[in-house]
């Protein structure tokens, strides 16, 4: 009965590779987020999606590209990885965009070699 | 747009000892802030939040925060440390009434001391 859940929950990866991590909520929710929490345990919103709309897009490089396939799931799809994506990404939920409680997932924690 | 500065990476305490951990924002509207506490190798998880209601607002597991207009501030306490408290803690602000983003503050690691 996870309310958010991401997948997979480690990544080991070489430079120059491309993953994907999933996320899912059953809460029902209309709005979900990516973060990303550097080494430094800072943490900054990277998209967001509104009933599958993208609703907020920070300034993240291209190849980083979100998918909402439905409202329940939202994928993030990184092409030729590098050292310095290497931090743990955080997805969250919340009822809609105006409604001010997250609730966020165990984090994917990705590491470039 | 908003900012949020939390004063001390690392606050350590005693278990028993009062917790005090500070955060100050930067809003040009008039803000929505949170507190959520990051336990190790875990999501982050709402410990309370302002949302223009009392100013005073009471959180999980005991921990409550106080909204200051004057002071710009919303610092976090609980009388009492717990071992458990242990963790990082994170304060975030959000403009009200808007496509809502949080915007963090950089954390501070309570440790509790025996």
């Known amino acids: 009965d996870t309310a958010v859940s991401q997948t997979p929950k480690y990544l080991v990866t070489q430079m120059g590779n491309d993953k994907s991590i999933k996320c899912e909520q059953n809460?029902?929710?209309?709005?979900m987020y990516w973060y990303k929490q550097d080494s430094k345990k800072f943490l900054k919103i990277m998209f967001s999606?509104?009933?599958?709309?993208?609703?907020i897009n920070e300034t993240v490089p291209n190849r980083f590209s979100p998918k909402s396939p439905d409202k329940a799931h939202l994928n993030l799809h990184i092409n030729s990885l590098e050292l310095g994506d290497s931090a743990v990404y955080f997805c969250?939920?919340?009822?809609?965009?105006?409604?001010?409680?997250?609730?966020f997932g165990p984090g994917t924690r990705l590491l470039v070699l | 747009a908003q900012s949020v500065t939390q004063l001390g990476s690392h606050v350590s305490v005693s278990e028993g000892a009062l917790v005090l951990l500070r955060c100050n924002y930067s809003?040009?509207?008039?803000?929505?802030l949170f507190w959520y506490v990051q336990y190790p190798n875990q999501g982050l998880q709402l410990l309370l939040k302002y949302t223009s209601a009392a100013t005073l607002v009471k959180g999980i597991n005991g921990f409550e925060a106080e909204f200051k207009k004057s002071e710009t501030s919303f610092h976090l306490t609980k009388p009492s440390a717990h071992m458990s408290d242990a963790a990082e803690y994170f304060c975030?602000?959000?403009?009200?009434?808007?496509?809502?983003?949080?915007?963090f503050g950089k954390g501070t690691l309570l440790t509790v001391n025996p």
């Open positions: 975030a602000v959000s403009p009200s009434g808007s496509n809502y983003k949080l915007t």
């Open positions: 969250a939920s919340s009822p809609s965009p105006l409604q001010e409680t997250q609730y």
């Open positions: 999606y509104n009933n599958k709309e993208l609703i």
């Open positions: 809003s040009s509207v008039p803000p929505y």
């Open positions: 809460l029902g929710h209309d709005t």
